[in-house]
Every structure is written in structure tokens, then in C-alpha cells.
């Protein structure tokens, strides 16, 4: 994409996607690769910087993860962050051990000891997010320290060498707990790296149209499209490319928000895109019967869409024949699912959906032309290529759509229910102008009843929880304060023209502990 760009040596952090996050919001360009990369293959690659992300070992576990030879012989800047700054300690001839007092976890003071570069425009204390265990006792020969963590003792906190070329923090600069990270990440991206800001999405769109319509030159595509962000955004881009040789396909699974099937194929005429829509609603519902565990719902749900979808693409190349499937996987996707490269011994956070599956079931070639963008570039590039406000600005929605949300079995009549539910809670949050505010906001039917007044009667119907939180990334989330007069509408209108449910609580949880969905 530049020339000026980062690399990532990812050691397993669960942080790693956030560093990248933070470095591109910089205007710089960043990947992710596994540590065990050579010398020679970091310098064939060309970074300008690497940085050394945190991780779950100790650097004196016999199988933690270690640096190629080499490597920090490039000459080139050099960030460790926690584990990667006790690894350029322990290989540069410094001193790590386990730390004399409580570890630190969660929010820290540091003071800052000299001024630097990486600290220009900071006072001298600072609040931090620390997560480690073992601490440097000794400096590595050649540096020196820059801030110490308050307590007794006071621990290392930040160091660089004296050419100024490798730094360490021991704090993690990417995290929102670290209120100054983004001015320490672009000190050290601007004045110690030399960088500048040559990374903005929105630039590309001409771009990756020419890149596609070279890449796919005579060949028909299909894509499965679900109305998200992601998904619209690889249609219009390749549409913009082929035209009609792409061929959108939605599965209407009966397992999404009130009206969102109608949504989508009013958006996709207004876009111009040729969209195929197949009703499968009774079969997810019959491969969802007395299926009651979160993660065989997403299997049952994951082997139907892909058999639907795998009909209804040869029933399509029955017609004409078909080159290319085209998914709208992000590099997030790709991060979380260990396609990056993560450290050895590292746990992928999660197989997702979009990276895999269907083009081994298909046979086709796969053509992924968002790989490299995260969702907020996602949303740049769909805003550069005219897509509407309703589907670039969509809070985040779970793969498995209302049957996550649905505590227990899936029925058709419960979701009917929940569909009504959230939609009226939508609805009065974009009344209150709160959903540019809320990152997420949804309802959870759970699977007990409720006993309730009915008039001069009694009743005995659903519970309904409501969840708001505010994030940046969905790492962690804070539940979200909806003014009391906006629940006390939302709660009264469910319950009302709701009438089997008759309870509706307010989920004040935070992540951590809980996640932001509940299944």
C-alpha cells in the first residue's frame, strides 16, 4: 500500500489487533506477522519499524517465543511492547525476573525520569495499562530508563538504548486505559521513526476497482452478501470492478432484525446490484430444533448456510459457470483466526466464518478484497463509495443473528418476539438521538417466565434484558447509562404492544467480566 509502513512481530498478545488498529489510525500503515519471521525475510519485506507486541509467557519458559537471529541487527526502529520489551531486554544482555511484589494488572501511575522524544508534549506522570508478571531488574548494557511504575519498589516502565533506536514500554500505549498512548504512538511513529501519514482508505477506492477488474478480468463471481458493512462494501467494490459478471446472493435464514430482508434488497436495488435472495427460513429453524448450547447453534447454524449456499451457487452455475467466490473478510478476521501469523503457542481467538469453509466446499478461487481493512476502514472505503448511512453506520451484528440472542432453544415464535422487542428498543434509541453514541445495542430474550399483572388478571409470560455498552474496539466495554426516561419508553411500549413478554431488565454488566453478547 506505501512504502512507509510498520510491522507487527505478533507474540501472542490479545492486544495485537489494537496495536494495529492504533498505529493505521496514525495514518501509517501496518501488518502482522508471526515472530519466527528471518532477518532476511523482515528485510525483504521492507518495513520502515517493527514492533514487538505483549504476550501471554515469560520469557524464561523453554518453549515461549523468542526473535529470529538477526533481527534486531536491521537498523531499524524498534518498539517492545510488555512481553516484546522484556524479550529486548533478556536477548540484549539485560535481566528479567519475577516481580517481588504483586504483579501489575489494570490500571497504573508511571513517572517519567528524563525527557524523550517518545514522551514530548506529556507531563511527567501519566496513567497506563499494565498486564505482566515479571519485571526488568537489569538494564540491557547501553540503556537507559525513561519512566519508572509508582510503588515500592518502583518498576521499569519505559527504556531505550542510547542511539535512540530501540525502545521498550512495559505498559500497553494501545488500549483506551492509556489515555496519552495515541500521542506516545505518534511521537514515536513521527519523531522517532520518521513516518508520515500516508495510510487513509478512503483514497483507495480507484485503486482497488482497477487492482479487481485486473484480478478478475473475464471471470463471473458470486458473493454472499448479509446487509452488514462488510459484506456491501466487497459487493459494491467488485460490482464497481465486473458489474453484473458479480452475482450478490442473500440467504434469508429468518434469524435477523425486524424488516432487515426487505432493507436489504431496497438497498441493493438502490446500489444497482443484481441481488439473488433464497428463502431458507424453515430450514435453519428444523436444523435449530431442541438445539440449546450457544456453540452448537452457531455450528448447526454455520453447516446450513453453507449447504444452502453451496446449492444455490451450483444452481447458478448451472446457468452460467462461475470463477470466483468473494468474501468480505476483514483484517480483523484474519487476525483473530491466526491467519497473520501469531506466536507459537499462541490461542486463536476464535475460528470466524469468513476465513474459510465455503471455497474448499465450492471449488472456486477466493477473492478477499477487504483483507487488509479493519471495520472503521471498512466504513471509509463504504462511505467513499456512496454507500448509505444505514448500512456503513450498523452497530456490529453477530454472524448467527437473533439465535445468540435468544437464550435456549430457537423457535420461530421467539424470534418473532425478539424481533419486536429489539425493534422497539431501536427505535426509541434513534428517537433519542443516542445511536451514534451507543457502540451496540440490543435485546436478549432469556428462557424464563415472569409472573405479571394483567389488568384484573395475572399473567405469566418472557423476560426480555436490553444491552447498551460503549467501546472503541470491543476488547472491553462499558455498559452504557441510557437515561432513565428512554428505558422506562422502551420497557413500557415492549410490554405493552409485547404481550407475551412481560418483564424487561437492564444489563449493567461490563466486559470484562461479561462479554458484550451473551451467547
Given at each position: 500500500?506505501?512504502?512507509?509502513w510498520?510491522?507487527?512481530?505478533?507474540?501472542?498478545?490479545?492486544?495485537?489487533?489494537?496495536?494495529?488498529?492504533?498505529?493505521?489510525a496514525?495514518?501509517?500503515?501496518c501488518?502482522v506477522?508471526?515472530?519466527?519471521?528471518?532477518?532476511?525475510?523482515v528485510?525483504?519485506?521492507?518495513?520502515?519499524a517493527?514492533?514487538?507486541?505483549?504476550?501471554?509467557?515469560?520469557?524464561?519458559e523453554?518453549?515461549?517465543p523468542r526473535?529470529?537471529?538477526?533481527?534486531l541487527?536491521?537498523?531499524?526502529?524498534?518498539?517492545?511492547?510488555?512481553?516484546g520489551?522484556q524479550?529486548?531486554a533478556?536477548?540484549?544482555?539485560?535481566?528479567?525476573?519475577?516481580?517481588?511484589?504483586?504483579a501489575?494488572?489494570g490500571?497504573?501511575e508511571?513517572?517519567?525520569?528524563?525527557?524523550?522524544?517518545?514522551f514530548?508534549g506529556?507531563?511527567?506522570?501519566?496513567?497506563?495499562?499494565?498486564s505482566?508478571?515479571?519485571v526488568?531488574?537489569?538494564?540491557?548494557?547501553?540503556f537507559?530508563?525513561?519512566?519508572?511504575?509508582?510503588?515500592e519498589?518502583?518498576?521499569l516502565?519505559a527504556?531505550?538504548d542510547?542511539?535512540?533506536?530501540?525502545?521498550?514500554?512495559?505498559?500497553?500505549?494501545?488500549?483506551?486505559?492509556?489515555?496519552?498512548?495515541?500521542?506516545?504512538?505518534?511521537?514515536?511513529?513521527?519523531r522517532?521513526?520518521?513516518?508520515?501519514?500516508?495510510?487513509?482508505p478512503?483514497?483507495?477506492?480507484q485503486?482497488?476497482?482497477?487492482?479487481?477488474?485486473?484480478?478478475?478480468?473475464g471471470?463471473?463471481?458470486?458473493i454472499?452478501?448479509?446487509?452488514?458493512?462488510?459484506?456491501?462494501?466487497?459487493?459494491?467494490?467488485?460490482?464497481?470492478?465486473?458489474?453484473?459478471?458479480?452475482?450478490?446472493?442473500?440467504?434469508?435464514?429468518?434469524?435477523?432484525?425486524?424488516?432487515?430482508?426487505?432493507?436489504?434488497?431496497?438497498?441493493?436495488?438502490?446500489?444497482g446490484?443484481p441481488?439473488?435472495?433464497?428463502?431458507?427460513?424453515?430450514?435453519?429453524?428444523?436444523?435449530?430444533?431442541?438445539?440449546?448450547?450457544?456453540e452448537?447453534?452457531?455450528?448447526?447454524?454455520?453447516?446450513?448456510?453453507?449447504?444452502?449456499f453451496?446449492?444455490?451457487?451450483?444452481?447458478?452455475?448451472?446457468?452460467e459457470?462461475?470463477d470466483?467466490?468473494?468474501?468480505?473478510t476483514?483484517?480483523?478476521?484474519?487476525?483473530?483466526?491466526?491467519?497473520?501469523?501469531?506466536?507459537h503457542?499462541?490461542?486463536?481467538?476464535?475460528?470466524?466464518?469468513?476465513?474459510?469453509?465455503?471455497?474448499?466446499?465450492?471449488?472456486f478461487?477466493?477473492?478477499?478484497?477487504?483483507?487488509?481493512?479493519?471495520?472503521?476502514?471498512?466504513?471509509e472505503?463504504?462511505?467513499a463509495?456512496?454507500?448509505?448511512?444505514?448500512?456503513?453506520?450498523?452497530?456490529?451484528?453477530?454472524?448467527?443473528g437473533?439465535?445468540?440472542r435468544?437464550?435456549?432453544?430457537?423457535?420461530?415464535?421467539?424470534?418473532?418476539l425478539?424481533?419486536?422487542?429489539?425493534?422497539?428498543?431501536?427505535?426509541?434509541?434513534q428517537?433519542?438521538?443516542?445511536?451514534?453514541?451507543?457502540w451496540?445495542?440490543?435485546?436478549?430474550?432469556?428462557?424464563?417466565?415472569?409472573?405479571?399483572?394483567?389488568?384484573d388478571?395475572?399473567?405469566?409470560?418472557?423476560?426480555?434484558?436490553?444491552?447498551?455498552v460503549?467501546?472503541?474496539?470491543?476488547?472491553?466495554a462499558?455498559?452504557y447509562?441510557?437515561?432513565?426516561?428512554?428505558?422506562?419508553?422502551?420497557?413500557?411500549?415492549?410490554t405493552?404492544e409485547?404481550?407475551?413478554?412481560t418483564?424487561?431488565?437492564?444489563?449493567?454488566t461490563?466486559?470484562?467480566?461479561?462479554?458484550?453478547?451473551?451467547?
Open positions: 500500500m506505501t512504502d512507509e510498520v510491522l507487527i512481530l505478533d507474540f501472542g498478545s490479545q492486544y495485537t489487533r489494537l496495536i494495529a488498529k492504533a498505529i493505521r496514525q495514518g501509517v500503515y501488518e506477522a508471526p515472530p519466527t519471521l528471518s532477518a532476511r525475510e528485510r525483504e519485506r521492507g518495513p520502515r517493527l514492533v514487538l507486541s505483549g504476550g501471554p509467557r515469560s520469557v524464561y523453554p518453549d515461549a526473535l529470529g537471529p538477526d533481527v541487527k536491521l537498523g531499524i526502529p524498534v518498539l517492545g511492547i510488555c512481553y520489551m524479550l529486548l533478556q536477548l540484549l544482555g539485560g535481566r528479567v525476573e519475577r516481580s517481588s511484589r504483586k501489575e494488572y490500571v497504573a508511571i513517572e517519567i525520569v528524563e525527557d524523550d522524544p517518545l514530548l506529556l507531563g511527567r506522570r501519566g496513567r497506563v495499562w499494565m505482566h508478571g515479571d526488568i531488574a537489569e538494564l540491557p548494557p547501553g537507559r530508563a525513561l519512566a519508572y511504575s509508582a510503588g519498589p518502583p518498576l516502565a527504556m531505550r542510547e542511539p535512540g533506536r530501540i525502545y521498550g514500554v512495559q505498559f500497553h500505549p494501545e488500549v483506551h486505559h492509556t489515555p496519552h498512548g495515541p500521542r506516545m504512538l505518534h511521537n514515536w511513529l513521527r522517532i521513526c520518521g513516518l508520515r501519514e500516508r495510510w487513509r478512503g483514497d483507495l477506492v485503486p482497488k476497482v482497477e487492482e479487481l477488474r485486473a484480478q478478475l478480468e471471470k463471473r463471481a458470486l454472499a452478501v448479509s446487509g452488514g458493512v462488510d459484506s456491501s462494501v466487497a459487493a459494491v467494490l467488485v460490482h464497481r470492478a465486473i458489474g453484473d459478471r458479480l452475482v450478490p446472493v442473500f440467504v434469508d435464514t429468518g434469524l435477523l432484525r425486524k424488516g432487515e430482508p426487505e432493507r436489504v434488497r431496497r438497498v441493493f436495488e438502490r446500489l446490484l441481488l439473488r435472495t433464497v428463502d431458507a427460513k424453515r430450514e435453519f429453524f428444523e436444523k435449530l430444533r431442541g438445539v440449546t448450547d450457544p452448537g447453534k452457531r455450528k448447526a447454524i454455520g453447516e446450513t448456510f453453507i449447504r444452502v453451496e446449492r444455490e451457487a451450483r444452481r447458478l452455475e448451472r446457468e459457470p462461475l470466483v467466490l468473494v468474501q468480505g476483514i483484517y480483523s478476521d484474519v487476525i483473530e483466526s491466526g491467519g497473520a501469523g501469531t506466536a503457542g499462541a490461542e486463536t481467538i476464535k475460528s470466524h466464518h469468513n476465513v474459510g469453509g465455503l471455497p474448499a466446499q465450492l471449488g478461487e477466493l477473492v478477499e478484497p477487504l483483507r487488509e481493512f479493519f471495520k472503521d476502514e471498512v466504513r472505503l463504504g462511505r463509495l456512496g454507500l448509505p448511512e444505514e448500512i456503513v453506520d450498523e452497530p456490529p451484528f453477530p454472524g448467527p437473533l439465535a445468540v435468544i437464550l435456549g432453544e430457537v423457535t420461530p415464535e421467539k424470534v418473532a425478539l424481533q419486536e422487542a429489539d425493534a422497539i428498543l431501536r427505535e426509541e434509541i428517537r433519542a438521538k443516542l445511536h451514534r453514541e451507543i451496540q445495542y440490543f435485546a436478549v430474550l432469556l428462557p424464563v417466565r415472569s409472573v405479571a399483572v394483567r389488568g388478571g395475572r399473567g405469566y409470560g418472557y423476560v426480555v434484558a436490553l444491552r447498551a460503549h467501546s472503541r474496539d470491543g476488547m472491553t462499558d455498559w447509562k441510557i437515561p432513565h426516561g428512554v428505558l422506562e419508553r422502551i420497557s413500557s411500549r415492549i405493552n409485547v404481550p407475551p413478554i418483564r424487561v431488565v437492564y444489563d449493567i461490563s466486559k470484562p467480566p461479561g462479554t458484550i453478547e451473551w451467547e
